[in-house]
Nanobody, 129 residues
C-alpha cells in the first residue's frame, strides 16, 4: 500500500521559515518525480515546485516562490522536503506532496493530473501578516 504523509505545517508570521516533509511508504521516491502543490482557501489547487531526477536532475518552481522555496530529497529516509523561507500571507494554503513516474514534459509536471499517481493528505500552512 502506497502512502505519502506530509508534516511540518503550522501558523507562522510573515517573514518566517518552515520546513515541510513528505514521507513515503510503499514506493521508492528516488524513482519518481516529486512535486508540491498547494490549495488556498477558496482557490483551486496549484503547482508550487517539483524535483525530477529522470535522465538529469531538474527542478521546477513557479515564479512567486523562486528564491524563497527549495525542494530537496533524502533518499535514505525516502523523504522529500520543502524549505520555505521569507513566507508571505499569500503562501497560506494546504500543501500536498505528490508523486509521478519520470518522463513528463514541463507543462505536464507543472500541473495536477492523474499522472500524479500518489498524493498525501496535506499539511496546513498559515502565514499571518
Amino acid at each position: 500500500q502506497v502512502q505519502l504523509v506530509e508534516s511540518g505545517g503550522r501558523l507562522v508570521q510573515a517573514g518566517d521559515s518552515l520546513r515541510l516533509s513528505c514521507i513515503a511508504s510503499g514506493i521508492t521516491l528516488s524513482s519518481y518525480t516529486m512535486a508540491w502543490f498547494r490549495q488556498a482557501p477558496g482557490a483551486e489547487r496549484e503547482f508550487v515546485v517539483a524535483d525530477d531526477n529522470w535522465n538529469i536532475h531538474r527542478t521546477y518552481y513557479i515564479d512567486s516562490v523562486k528564491g524563497r522555496f527549495t525542494v530537496s530529497r533524502d533518499n535514505a529516509k525516502n523523504t522529500v522536503h520543502l524549505q520555505m523561507n521569507s513566507l508571505k500571507p499569500e503562501d497560506t494554503a494546504v500543501y500536498y506532496c505528490a508523486a509521478r513516474r519520470w518522463g513528463g514534459t514541463t507543462s505536464q509536471i507543472m500541473r495536477p493530473s492523474p499522472d500524479y499517481l500518489y498524493w498525501g493528505q496535506g499539511t496546513q500552512v498559515t502565514v499571518s501578516s
